[in-house]
Nanobody, 116 residues
Framework: QVQLAESGGGLVQSGGSLRLSCAASRISSRINTMGWFHQAPGKQRELVARITRDGNPTYADSVKGRFTISRDNAQNTVYLQMNSLKPEDTSVYYC??????????WGTGTLVTVSS
């Protein structure tokens, strides 16, 4: 069973930056796409950004130009650099991985709070 360990959340002022990291372990199957989702209270979990194994990224419109996703395949790690943070970015951010068989894996989440 793949385990995803997230780190890097916290409290930051509006306009500030944070970098999230997620390392996958106990990998029995090749990881294809890795990414980040967020879920605010009372709302559905939504895609923030994802990146394929060969490095092609996809971003939600709300974060384009502010967030950058990257990954290290050798370390099975994905990163999310978040710049120009806004109060509306406040949420729990979940790491996600999809293996070549299409199975989804989730981290336990890390809280990002942006104060105004």
């Amino acid at each position: 069973q793949v385990q995803l360990a997230e780190s890097g959340g916290g409290l930051v002022q509006s306009g500030g930056s944070l970098r999230l990291s997620c390392a996958a372990s106990r990998i029995s199957s090749r990881i294809n796409t890795m990414g980040w989702f967020h879920q605010a209270p009372g709302k559905q979990r939504e895609l923030v950004a994802r990146i394929t194994r060969d490095g092609n990224p996809t971003y939600a419109d709300s974060v384009k130009g502010r967030f950058t996703i990257s990954r290290d395949n050798a370390q099975n790690t994905v990163y999310l650099q978040m710049n120009s943070l806004k109060p509306e970015d406040t949420s729990v951010y979940y790491c996600n991985a999809v293996d070549v068989g299409g199975k989804f894996y989730w981290g336990t989440g890390t809280l990002v709070t942006v104060s105004s």
